[in-house]
C-alpha cells in the first residue's frame, strides 16, 4: 500500500500589518474596505508606516483611521489637501497621504486638490471615486457619468441639465507641477530646486531658465552641466552661456554644436558628471 503525505500547508492570505484587526462597518459592496487594504499593504510593502501621516476627509472615507494603524489627522470637509499641505511642510520627513471620496474631493474640494496639484505639493492622494454620493444616498455627483442613475437623477444623468462629469485626474495631468511630480517619482530623488516656464515667463531656448536659476541658487557656474535631450532648446542655448553640456541624443542624430558628452540613455550620466566637474 502507498500513502501519500499530504501536502504541508501554506498561508495564500493574511491581513497586512498595517490593517487593524476588527470588523468592517462598511455596507455590504462597499469598495472602501479593498481600497484601505491595498493601501495598507503598499505602506507596509513600501516599509512607510512608522513615518506616515494620513489626512481623513469627510464622508465615508473618514473612517480609515479606525482601520489603518498609522496616524491621522481630520480634516474639513474638502480640506485634506490644504491640511496635508500643512502637515507636510511642517514634517518634511513624514509621508503625507490624503484619503478621499468624489463627493469630498470632486466637489466641495475641488478648489484644494487644484490648487495642491498646481504648487506640486509633495504629498499623495488616494481618491475613492464611486461616482456618487454614497453615505447620504447615492445622488448625483460631480463625476457621475452621463446616462448613470442615481437616487437624484433616474433616468440617468443627462448634460443639458447636470452638465459632464468632472475628470479630476486627467484634468490634474495637464499642470506642470504633475508633470514634475512624476519625474520625482521616475527618478527616485526629489529636486533640490524647479523652475517651471510658465512662472517665470521663459521658454527655451531663451536664456530665462538660467538666469532665475543662477539668480535663486548659490550654484557656482564653473561646476554647472545641463544635461538635455534636445540640441535646440538645451545644448546650444546652454553652451551659448558658456556652460558645460551633456546631451542625451536618443534619436541618434548629429551633434551641432558639438556637446561636452554625448550620451545615448541615461546609463553612465552620474560618472560622466563626477568627471566635468571633479
Known amino acids: 500500500m502507498t500513502v501519500v503525505a499530504p501536502a504541508p500547508r501554506r498561508t495564500i492570505y493574511q491581513r497586512p500589518a498595517v490593517l487593524t484587526d476588527r470588523p468592517t462597518h462598511y455596507c455590504p459592496g462597499c469598495g472602501h474596505g479593498i481600497v484601505e487594504r491595498l493601501v495598507a499593504e503598499l505602506l507596509g510593502e513600501l516599509r512607510l508606516a512608522d513615518r506616515t501621516i494620513g489626512v481623513a476627509s469627510v464622508g465615508c472615507s473618514v473612517f480609515i483611521y479606525d482601520y489603518l494603524d498609522v496616524d491621522f489627522v481630520e480634516a474639513p470637509h474638502g480640506r485634506a489637501p490644504a491640511v496635508a499641505t500643512g502637515v507636510r511642510r511642517a514634517r518634511p520627513d513624514a509621508f503625507v497621504f490624503t484619503y478621499q471620496g468624489d463627493g469630498d474631493l470632486a466637489a466641495i474640494g475641488t478648489a484644494e486638490i487644484v490648487h495642491a496639484a498646481a504648487r506640486g505639493e509633495q504629498i499623495s492622494v488616494v481618491f475613492v471615486n464611486n461616482g456618487i454620493y454614497g453615505m447620504t444616498g447615492g445622488q448625483l455627483a460631480p ?34 507641477s504633475s508633470e ?52 535646440f532648446h538645451d545644448i546650444a542655448p546652454a553652451a551659448g552661456l558658456g556652460l558645460r553640456t551633456i546631451w542625451i541624443n536618443r534619436l541618434g542624430e548629429e551633434p551641432e554644436p558639438q556637446p561636452d558628452v554625448e550620451l545615448h540613455s541615461l546609463d553612465g550620466l552620474a560618472e560622466h558628471l563626477d568627471s566635468l566637474v571633479s
Not at 156 to 176: C, F, K, Q, V, W
Open 180 to 231: 514634475l511630480l512624476r519625474k520625482y517619482v521616475l527618478i527616485g530623488v526629489e529636486f533640490d530646486l524647479s523652475i517651471v516656464a510658465s512662472e517665470i515667463g521663459s521658454y527655451k531656448p531663451s536664456r530665462g531658465h538660467w538666469d532665475e536659476f543662477f539668480a535663486r541658487s548659490d550654484a557656482e557656474r564653473d561646476r554647472h552641466v545641463h544635461v538635455g535631450a534636445s540640441l
Open 143 to 176: 463625476t457621475t457619468l452621463l446616462g448613470q442613475a442615481t437616487t437624484s437623477s433616474p433616468r440617468g444623468r443627462e448634460s443639458g441639465s447636470a452638465g459632464y462629469p468632472l475628470l479630476i485626474t486627467e484634468m490634474l495631468a495637464h499642470l506642470d
